[in-house]
Every structure is written in structure tokens, then in C-alpha cells.
């Protein structure tokens, strides 16, 4: 497996869908880079594929910080690695407070009308349950965690938030918690959660 090394420019390999209505540019304090709208967007709105070499946690584990920190769980255990340098798709970073989720493993689609120059950002509790990339959060958001780990999927609040935008192993352990009795909520919170 190839290591992707840190450079200033993404890469021109494709292996990410990206809409168009996308670009990658300058955030310095989100870690280098980071996706905006170039115009508005519609909320479910397909806005990256991504592409890669899937690994599993053993393997993740040898490989550089940097490929790491551009990979995203995919399943128990397996993690989609980027297969070459990080493309667009790879430098969506987290928020507290997003305006994408995900559709299936692999895909992310916005939750909401996203407005021209707005940053592109998911909370990474819809994908993360393992501790392969936890770090102090630096989104500033107003309902913001601080640390961003691999068992924040368990908190009731974002499951209640996020309902329906979860990676389909996390959503297997949410409704799992549920028939346990340690997770309970009900068509009114998911109401009050998405109102149309």
C-alpha cells in the first residue's frame, strides 16, 4: 500500500467523486485545507464518493498519521484508506455542527440548503467507532464538543440529530444499544430533530 506524504496540493489522481459544485482551498486552522460550496446547494444533494484501499484496523495502524487522519470507517474493523495522495474528497473536515451527512458508507450528501462560501462539513461521530483519529476539535461552534473521539456516535443527542445520516455499522450498534435498553428514542425526537 502506497503512503500518502504531506503536500501543498491536491492531488489530480480520481479516485473521489466530487460535485462541481465544489472547491478545495486554503483553511489553515482546520488542519490545511478544506471543501466550500462554489454556489448553493440543495439539501440531500449528493456531494463526494469516496474512493480508496480498504484496511483493516491492524494494517491502519502501520500506516503514516496523515493517511490516517484522510481515511474514514467503513465497517467494523475496515477503514478506506486513500489510495494515492488526498484528493478534494479527503480534506472534508469535521464540524459540531454540519451541513453534510452520510448516505451509505461511502457517500456524503447534504442534510441541508448549503450557501454559496460555505464550508463543507460532517461530524465525524457519523462515521468514527474506533479511537484511530480522536483529536481536540476546532470548529467553534456553538453546541461544540471539544474532543472529538471515536465513541462519540453514543451520545443520544448527535444519534437523535444525525438519525438517518449514520454509517450503517454505527447505525447496526445504535439500534443494538436500543433492544439493550441503553439507547431510547422515539418518532418524536426524530420529529423534533428534522422538522420539514
Not at 41 to 66: A, M, P, R
Not at 114 to 127: K, N, Q, R, T
Not at 129 to 136: A, C, R, V
Amino acid at each position: 500500500m502506497r503512503v500518502i506524504h504531506p503536500q501543498s496540493e491536491v492531488s489530480s489522481c480520481k479516485t473521489h467523486f466530487v460535485s462541481e459544485k465544489l472547491i478545495c482551498r486554503a483553511r489553515a486552522e482546520k488542519g490545511g485545507l478544506g471543501v466550500f460550496a462554489e454556489t448553493k446547494i440543495k439539501s440531500g444533494e449528493l456531494l463526494v464518493i469516496w474512493g480508496g484501499v480498504i484496511t483493516s484496523f491492524s494494517e491502519l495502524k502501520t500506516i503514516d498519521q496523515i493517511s490516517r487522519r484522510h481515511s474514514i470507517q467503513v465497517e467494523e474493523g475496515f477503514y478506506l484508506v486513500p489510495q494515492e495522495s488526498p484528493e478534494t474528497g479527503d480534506f472534508i473536515n469535521h464540524s459540531c455542527n454540519p451541513n453534510a451527512g452520510l448516505s451509505g458508507q461511502l457517500a456524503l450528501v447534504a442534510i441541508r440548503d448549503i450557501g454559496l462560501g460555505e464550508e463543507i462539513c460532517y461530524d465525524y461521530a457519523m462515521s468514527d467507532g474506533s479511537p484511530y483519529d480522536e483529536f481536540e476539535c476546532s470548529c467553534h461552534s456553538k453546541n461544540c464538543r471539544g474532543r472529538v473521539t471515536g465513541n462519540d456516535w453514543q451520545i443520544k443527542d448527535l444519534q437523535i440529530r444525525y438519525a438517518g445520516y449514520f454509517s450503517p455499522y454505527l447505525q447496526r450498534r445504535i439500534v443494538a444499544q436500543g433492544k439493550r435498553g441503553v439507547v431510547h428514542f422515539g418518532l418524536e425526537d426524530l420529529m423534533a430533530a428534522h422538522p420539514r
